[in-house]
Nanobody, 123 residues
């Protein structure tokens, strides 16, 4: 099982950028597709982006397509989420997670979740 710790959140003005990181423990990181989800208070967790095991394939939620980029460095056991052109509605907690399968966007398919990292976008 992969243990995950998110970081990089913070306060940014609308139109600005942030890069989130997710560090994974274990020696099987490259065996997992990696995902970013986000959750606003009182709402369900929603899919943001995913990247395949080697990093050769990615896909995004429509709400972030063209603004966010997911990437991974298997040598560093880390996945990133570069967020550009941030909007106030991007203000939520962001979570990463790992799954053996690629192309699943249902948060209930995943096991435990880390604490996440808060992103706040001011208007």
């Amino acid at each position: 099982q992969v243990q995950l710790v998110e970081s990089g959140g913070g306060l940014v003005q609308a139109g600005g950028s942030l890069r989130l990181s997710c560090a994974a423990s274990g020696r099987t990181f490259s065996s997992y597709a990696m995902y970013w989800f986000r959750q606003a208070p009182g709402k369900e967790r929603e899919f943001v982006a995913a990247i395949s095991w080697s990093g050769g394939s990615t896909y995004y939620a429509d709400s972030v397509k063209g603004r966010f980029t997911i990437a991974r460095d298997n040598a560093k056991n880390t996945v990133y989420l570069q967020m550009n052109s941030l909007k106030p509605e991007d203000t939520v907690v962001y979570y990463c997670n790992a799954h053996r399968a690629y192309r699943t966007s249902d948060p209930t398919d995943f096991g435990s979740w880390g604490p996440g990292t808060q992103v706040t976008v001011s208007s």
